[in-house]
């Protein structure tokens, strides 16, 4: 059975940093990405990264804030964020799928977490 769990969510003041992590179990995935849902907001991309090779994508705006990467021997894939802000208040949501295109879309993954909560505080 395929379970997606996060962690490492949590309070934290702007400009500080947190790390979430995902523990994938059950099997592995060709790719595995970092979505988030603010209140009243659609679900939107963070990161992705492919499994083969770690190669990392990251949707514009969080280029250079955020770092996406993955442990292969712990099968685990985690997303660094620093110089936090309060829009980046969410539910931060870890996806696995086996496309290796596409990958800034929901509809590219198959198994989703239940999400950990982000708030940052102004």
């Known amino acids: 059975q395929v379970q997606l769990v996060e962690s490492g969510g949590g309070l934290v003041q702007a400009g500080g940093s947190l790390r979430l992590s995902c523990a994938v179990s059950g099997r592995t995935f060709s790719s595995m990405g970092w979505f988030r849902q603010a209140p009243g907001k659609e679900r939107e991309f963070v990161a992705a990264i492919r499994w083969n090779n770690g190669r990392p994508y990251y949707a514009d705006s969080r280029k250079g804030r955020f770092a996406i990467s993955r442990d292969n021997a712990k099968n685990t894939v985690s997303l660094q964020m620093n110089s936090l802000k309060p829009e980046d208040t969410a539910i931060y949501y870890c996806?696995?799928?086996?496309?290796?295109?596409?990958?800034?879309?929901?509809?590219?993954?198959?198994?989703w977490g239940q999400g950990t909560q982000v708030t940052v505080s102004s």
């Open positions: 996806a696995a799928g086996d496309r290796n295109y596409g990958l800034g879309f929901r509809s590219q993954y198959d198994y």
